[in-house]
């Protein structure tokens, strides 16, 4: 009898570790991935054999988050403000603009701690597991410039993904706005100027 329960334990611990799934690299920061990932890639939401009926955002992996959706770009990294996924998962307005139906679906709202550490995570440059950028400052980089007027911001877009990669707070005055109206580029592409319909100096 003690044999054959033994026989049996082994089998039982044998069939565990073979029914133990595999691993998967999902790209994200454990704590992120914990938030976004488990919560809202799920079936039928933000995952990749459904994600084209869910605004096209697909959260199954770090590299799908910034292929963006038909939205544009839902993290724009170092710009918590200008990240629309967190207006998604926002439900106190005092603070950020919410979306309607606040994500995730049929799921208990996140906590302002759990937003916190997206935020945080954000204003880090969203940056993958191993602490990798995905759009890493490059000189080389073919970029596009567009003057956001009535925010004072510059938007830059990455040209070969035509994803959004920052937005740039720019003007002297953070209570009036001053109108951005031109970006002149220097000759060696290395800086880019800003001319203002009105404009606040220093004094």
Known sequence: LLEMMVV?????????????????????????????????????????????NAGGLNLNTWEDLFKGARGGSPVVPYNPNASYILQALNTDTSWLPMLEPTMPLGREAYTPLELQEIIDWINAGAPNAEGQE???????????????????????????SGQLMRVIGVGNDGLAIEEAHDIILSPDQQFWYISYLYWTPHI
């Open 8 to 52: 049996l334990l082994i089998l039982s611990v044998g069939g565990c570790k073979n029914d133990k799934p595999p691993s998967i690299d999902h790209g994200y920061p454990d704590n992120i991935a914990v938030l976004l990932r488990d919560n809202c890639a799920t079936s039928g939401c933000h995952e990749s054999t459904s994600y084209e």
């Open 134 to 160: 995905r759009f890493p400052d490059d000189a080389d980089r073919t970029k596009w410039y567009a003057i956001n007027r009535l925010c004072d911001q510059i938007s830059v877009f990455d040209a070969q």
